[in-house]
């Protein structure tokens, strides 16, 4: 009877800590790279205000 609060093992198991580890990792990198980004989103706007040519200048890779 003790054990009857626990989750099923097999069907628990893996997707709480996933969701964890996603939420963690979101919560760890969000101080960081959101004010770089943003930085770069405004230097990019202003560089677009005076060459239109650079629109495609934002990396992928920053994503």
């Known amino acids: 009877m003790k054990n009857s ?11 709480p800590s996933e ?13 960081k790279v959101a004010p770089i980004r943003e930085r770069y989103k405004k230097i990019a706007k202003a560089r ?5 040519a650079l629109i495609d200048d934002y990396p992928a890779n920053l994503e």
């Open 5 to 15: 609060a626990k989750p099923p093992s097999k069907t628990h198991s893996t997707k």
């Open 19 to 31: 969701i964890f580890k996603e939420e963690l990792r979101k919560a760890l990198l969000a101080p």
């Open 48 to 52: 677009r205000k005076r060459n239109p």
